[in-house]
């Protein structure tokens, strides 16, 4: 089955610094890939996605990049704010309904 | 949409009790996930549902564990008997085909087996 390998476990960067995160995937067939940030004690939630016909997708500060060939992507934070600071989860999935998930890193932006 | 709701939010109870934990999805959506979330294991998914049915189990830990879903609109987690290990946050996720499989999970149920 698919396996999501995370790295890194823990980040830290001053305030206005770049963040990124890189995943690994070892299922080819995998489609589809989504980033979910969870806060302190809350739920996880979607922050941005990429799909396998799309090499790089932005949304303000965030962008997530995709290399089929390789086999990874990667989540870029720009001019990291305090509020940034929460865990980031990446996840693959094969189009089934279900997503596997990495075992996540935690942010922490230091103002 | 007041989104997923789980319940109870917040369970402490002693080993060897049975423990119910219940999900009700986003209307309309025909997926349901079920997740176990430790400091140590991270995230890992426990089973999911489609239309009702369960479609992948393989993550359920043991047989103490057991999810049913009897409508659309409701699933159940059980764990009998509970063990400390068992320890953890709960978290239901639903979604759709229509939205490209965005999960929208519920606030979870922090789980306490004393």
């Known amino acids: 089955g698919e396996n999501v390998e995370q790295h890194p476990s823990t980040l830290s960067v001053q305030e206005g610094d770049s963040a990124v995160i890189k995943c690994t995937y070892s299922d080819s067939a995998s489609n589809y890939f989504p980033w979910y940030k969870q806060e302190l004690g809350k739920r996880p939630q979607l922050i941005i996605d990429?799909?396998?016909?799309?090499g790089e997708k932005k949304d303000q500060r965030i962008a997530v990049t995709l290399n089929k060939t390789a086999k990874h992507f990667s989540l870029h934070i720009t001019e990291t704010q305090p509020e940034d600071s929460a865990v980031y989860f990446c996840a693959a999935s094969l189009g089934q309904g279900n997503l596997i998930f990495g075992k996540g890193t935690k942010l922490s932006v230091k103002p | 949409d007041a989104g997923v709701i789980q319940s109870p939010r917040h369970e402490v109870t002693e080993m060897g009790q049975e423990v119910t934990l219940r999900c009700k999805p986003i209307?309309?959506?025909?997926?349901l996930f079920w997740y176990r979330q430790t400091m140590m294991r991270g995230l890992e998914l426990l089973i999911y549902f489609n239309n009702n049915v369960p479609i992948d189990d393989s993550g359920m830990p043991e047989d103490r564990f057991s999810a049913k879903m009897p409508n659309a609109s409701f699933s159940t987690l059980k764990i009998q008997p509970s063990e400390p290990r068992d320890s953890a946050v709960y978290f239901c996720?639903?979604?759709?085909?229509?939205?490209?499989?965005?999960?929208?999970f519920g606030p979870g149920t922090r789980l306490t087996v004393t």
């Open positions: 996720a639903s979604s759709t085909h229509g939205t490209l499989y965005e999960q929208y």
């Open positions: 990429i799909r396998s016909n799309v």
């Open positions: 209307s309309g959506h025909d997926y």
